[in-house]
């Protein structure tokens, strides 16, 4: 207990965060700031706290799993306390030394081969689709909405953020596509149904390959959208495709084989192609995935930094044509998911256990703080072989982004009161 207070009182100067200790004293940390609620934790062991002491990154998250450490109120508002104290941009990070060996065994964790992505993918993506129907937007597309608004809701940020790509893929009736990582079908079906394209969509998850199927036949689209289970290294058409997109797949293919699948976009697109990829990625230099993530949720996963994605497609002649960073986007993304699951928790427990939804709990509240506060954000860019492949500027963009927006239902008032 000594060590937790000296670690507490080092770390929470902002916010007021009471510590409630296996044998009920209670400890004060941190003074008043405005506009942040009170926050109050509880240690039901010892155990939970020698767990947090030994690896803190893996230790919190185990605790909260176990029941060990509960939250009086809301998990998130614990999280947003303790990372709004070490910030990214005050250099919170810099201060979170990593050990050699902690270093050495998370690049290792990066070589994702093909075995082990195919294992990797199946740990996350075939928990069962009930899953994400549950949390996800109606399309279950598992990435970073677009908001208008803070208060748009799922659907309406989804919807926004699919008009965006289509219009910086730039797409024309008869194109060719390939998406990599196509998900549930979403973007595939919507792609097909708004720009009158042929798709290629190839996963690595079996469940998502059945419901994709699935998808494109209920929406009448299958003679133009075809999804495949194979690896993007084992691609072979080279030049035929006119765009390609990948949204959500840079964090599982790992540092090691950037260059092998820069070299693989490069080959498949033809000359006057658009490489549009959308991913998570991080603030500043090289790092390594935290170890509760990489055991629990995304195994093999890692974000890239900007710097590393760009030297890996500068070596293969693609030209870098447009970037966009939304952190604050894929924070409120998380939120919507998160208030879906605590909405669902009966069901997502009567699927599972109630651990896999304390679970499910941390990762979402951890994952809005890390991009509130930590050094996560989403990058969008836009890559051409050619630099006359799209009009010199962006102008092009916002006016087909809007025309698509434009065609987008009406928000409906359950939409609405969902937002």
């Known amino acids: 207990m000594r060590l937790m207070d000296a670690l507490l009182r080092?770390?929470?100067k902002s916010g007021e965060l009471t510590v409630v200790y296996p044998g009920g004293e209670q400890r004060a940390y941190g003074q008043v700031e405005l506009g942040r609620s009170p926050v109050t934790m509880r240690f039901r062991d010892g155990r939970a706290i020698r767990r947090i002491l030994r690896n803190p990154r893996l230790g919190i998250g185990e605790a909260y799993m176990d029941g060990g450490l509960t939250v009086d109120?809301?998990?998130?508002?614990?999280?947003?306390?303790?990372?709004?104290?070490a910030r990214w941009e005050k250099g919170g990070s810099a201060r979170n030394a990593i050990r050699r060996r902690r270093k050495l065994f998370g690049r290792l964790n990066q070589v994702n081969w093909r075995a082990r992505s195919k294992r990797n993918v199946a740990h996350h993506y075939d928990l069962g689709n009930r899953l994400y129907?549950?949390?996800?937007?109606?399309?279950?597309?598992?990435?970073?909405?677009?908001?208008?608004?803070?208060?748009?809701?799922?659907?309406d940020a989804q919807d926004n953020k699919k008009a965006r790509m289509v219009a910086k893929l730039r797409l024309q009736p008869g194109h060719r596509v390939l998406e990599l990582g196509c998900g549930w079908g979403g973007l595939a079906v919507y792609m097909a149904k708004t720009a009158d394209v042929t798709v290629l969509g190839i996963t690595l998850s079996e469940e998502q390959l059945a419901y994709a199927r699935a998808k494109a036949e209920r929406e009448g689209v299958a003679d133009r959208v075809e999804f495949q289970l194979i690896d993007y290294r084992d691609l072979t058409e080279d030049g035929r495709f006119d765009r390609i997109t990948c949204s959500g797949m840079m964090e599982h293919i790992g540092p090691p084989n950037y260059g092998t699948f820069f070299s693989k976009c490069r080959g498949l697109l033809s000359d006057r192609g658009v490489l549009l990829l959308d991913f998570i990625g991080r603030l500043g230099k090289r790092g390594t995935t935290d170890p509760w993530t990489t055991?629990?949720?995304?195994?093999?996963g890692y974000n890239p930094a900007l710097s590393e994605v760009t030297a890996a497609s500068e070596q293969m002649k693609l030209i870098c044509n447009d970037i966009e960073q939304w952190p604050l986007h894929y924070a409120y993304t998380c939120r919507r998911w998160l208030e879906r699951a605590r909405e669902h928790r009966d069901e997502i427990v009567g699927l599972y256990d109630e651990r896999f939804f304390r679970m499910w709990?941390?990762?979402?509240?951890?994952?809005?703080?890390a991009f509130e506060n930590g050094g996560s954000t989403n990058y969008q860019l836009q890559y051409v072989r050619e630099r006359t492949a799209v009009p010199w500027n962006r102008d092009y963009m916002l006016e087909d982004h809007h025309s698509l927006r434009s065609q987008l239902p009406e928000r409906s008032p359950e939409m609405v009161a969902l937002a």
């Open 295 to 300: 055991k629990y949720i995304f195994p093999g």
């Open 133 to 155: 129907e549950l949390t996800l937007d109606r399309d279950l597309f598992y990435t970073c909405g677009f908001f208008a608004d803070p208060s748009d809701s799922i659907e």
């Open 361 to 369: 709990e941390f990762y979402l509240a951890g994952s809005i703080t």
């Open 73 to 85: 109120g809301d998990l998130h508002d614990l999280l947003d306390l303790i990372t709004h104290n």
């Open 10 to 12: 080092r770390i929470v």
